[in-house]
């Protein structure tokens, strides 16, 4: 038996009685874990089981499989339900996750990146759109597609008062060196927007949740950090869809 701590990024009910959850785990990546009699778990057991519960997880090896022997909450991010964005936000970083994590991994920092999102979200201290841009552009880091955000690649000016940011190769150039005539998987954004991003992807963790930006800033650093991990990772996400209809 081992005991694994972990975030549960998806449940899936199997025939009548059971479910498999995913869990991201620092040491292991994302595991599969069978819960036997699921529905008929309730209380504290139930509820470390839920999508988004961080818990602690006894958990046998049979053969391929892993299946819950008993769980226990670490934190249920309650709060996340009282809102419909707020859960609904916290289910898109739960799909990108699923999504991004090799099993086998170490991911001591992804899985803080999440435990501070949630926790902010949950708290409603920082406006859900800073998290989802910080979200994305950290986590996109971390997984090795950190953009290239020291200076342009023309000239090598640090601060260029507009700048021309590629999405595709996450790096950019100044007005004056920009050229490119279709403009395409280009964003024109101006120098707030850079500082923002540099701020998210260098920072440590003790400082990444600090920074303020205007309200025209906010708008162009969500669109170029939705657009930057949804160009890396081709494909979409229904729970993204989803929540951009109800914002
Ligand atoms: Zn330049």
Redesign the pocket.
Known sequence: MTTVEGIVLKERSVGEQDKFIDILTRENGVIEVSVKGAKKINGKSGSSTQLLAYSRFCVDRRGNYLYLNSAEPIHIFYGLRDSLTKISLASYFAEVMRFCIKPEAQNGDIMRLLLNCLHFLEKGERDERQLKALFEFRLMSEIGYMPDVV???????YE?EE?FFCIGDGGF??????ENESGADYMKVKLPVLSAVRHIVLSDFDRLFNFRVSEETQQRLSALAESYLLTHLERSFGTLDFYKTIV
């Open positions: 200076a342009c690649r023309g000239c090598g000016v260029p700048l150039y100044c007005a004056d060196c920009f």
